[in-house]
């Protein structure tokens, strides 16, 4: 088993910044293809950007490239999303996921283990 616990959400201003940290517990996660995904009110939970294990070979939503970034830090066991110049439209509880396909999938049937999600809103 893997526990996820997400952290850094918040309320941000347009145009600002944040990190989300995703920690994980149970087993090691370096084999782990790890993702971060999102669901605003009424929608759909929608991927957002994965790491692989092994490689760390990223994918990005064609909505955040250029604005986010996903990383890892397998020696602690933690997964990032830094998040620049925020929009109203990326308002939303961020869910950090685990996958033991190890790829950088933006299926989220291949994520095994989800974590409880953190609150991302952006004012206008």
């Known amino acids: 088993q893997v526990q996820l616990v997400e952290s850094g959400g918040g309320l941000v201003q347009a145009g600002g910044s944040l990190r989300l940290s995703c920690a994980a517990s149970?087993?090691?996660?370096?084999?782990?293809?790890m993702g971060w995904f999102r669901q605003a009110p009424g929608k759909e939970r929608e991927f957002v950007a994965a790491?692989?294990?092994?490689?760390?070979?990223?994918n990005h939503a064609d909505s955040v490239k250029g604005r986010f970034a996903i990383s890892r830090d397998d020696a602690e066991s933690t997964v990032y999303l830094q998040m620049n110049s925020l929009k109203p439209e990326d308002t939303a509880v961020y869910y950090c996921a685990a996958s033991s396909f190890g790829t950088s999938t933006k299926t989220i049937s291949l994520y095994n283990y989800w974590g409880q999600g953190t609150q991302v809103t952006v004012s206008s």
């Open positions: 790491i692989s294990g092994v490689s760390g070979s990223r």
């Open positions: 149970g087993r090691t996660i370096s084999n782990y293809g």
